[in-house]
């Protein structure tokens, strides 16, 4: 996928989540960025940073650098009660 498709699509991530507190906002981009995107195109726009990264949301950038490693936000979705523990109830 070419770079300036990755930085159309990467902004229109950030421009979901300009509404919302910049912490939950540059969460909210990385979860998503590393949830549905590869890790080539997270390096690809990365890189497109740090050459200048002109026309890049400064949100795009501060989510890719604030969590240099992690693991995807949809495993602790499909993961077992052995790993997220028990939900419980309080119904009656």
Excluded: C
């Amino acid at each position: 996928m070419n770079t300036d498709k990755l930085i159309r699509m990467a902004n229109q991530i950030a421009g979901f989540f300009r509404s919302y507190p910049e912490s939950q906002a540059v969460a909210g981009i990385h979860d998503h960025l590393v949830a549905y995107w590869t890790r080539g195109m997270r390096d690809n726009v990365l890189a497109y940073a740090d050459r200048g990264g002109e026309g890049l949301d400064p949100l795009v950038v501060k989510a890719l650098r604030a969590f240099t490693t992690g693991h995807s936000p949809i495993e602790k979705e499909i993961a077992g009660p052995e790993k997220v523990g028990q939900l419980g109830s309080d119904a009656g």
